[in-house]
Nanobody, 117 residues
């Protein structure tokens, strides 16, 4: 059973930074892609950043230029560096992993990020 465990969430003031980690219980090199999502109550889960096995990264417009997704295959860990945080970034953040033919095959349990104004 593959497990993804997020960490690094917390409370930060507007303009601050946080770094999230997602540790996998298996080699992340087996995943076609990994991504970070976020969700606020009453809204759909939103894809904010994706990184493919070759290292190419994509970002949602809402976080482009502020967030950076990266991966360390040796540590089997996915990261999300979040800078210049805004109150609208407040959400539960989830990591996910795609297999070649299965989108979002695995999910983490989520970590809360709260940005105070």
């Amino acid at each position: 059973q593959v497990q993804l465990v997020e960490s690094g969430g917390g409370l930060v003031q507007t303009g601050g930074s946080l770094s999230l980690s997602c540790a996998a219980s298996t080699r992340i090199s087996r995943f076609n892609a990994m991504g970070w999502y976020r969700q606020v109550p009453g809204k759909l889960r939103e894809l904010i950043a994706t990184i493919f096995s070759g290292g190419v990264a994509n970002y949602a417009d809402s976080v482009k230029g502020r967030f950076t997704i990266s991966r360390d295959d040796a540590k089997n860990t996915l990261y999300l560096q979040m800078n210049n945080l805004k109150p609208e970034d407040t959400a539960v953040y989830y990591c996910s992993a795609d297999l070649r033919f299965v989108r979002n095959a695995y999910w983490g349990q989520g970590t809360q990020v709260t940005v105070s104004s």
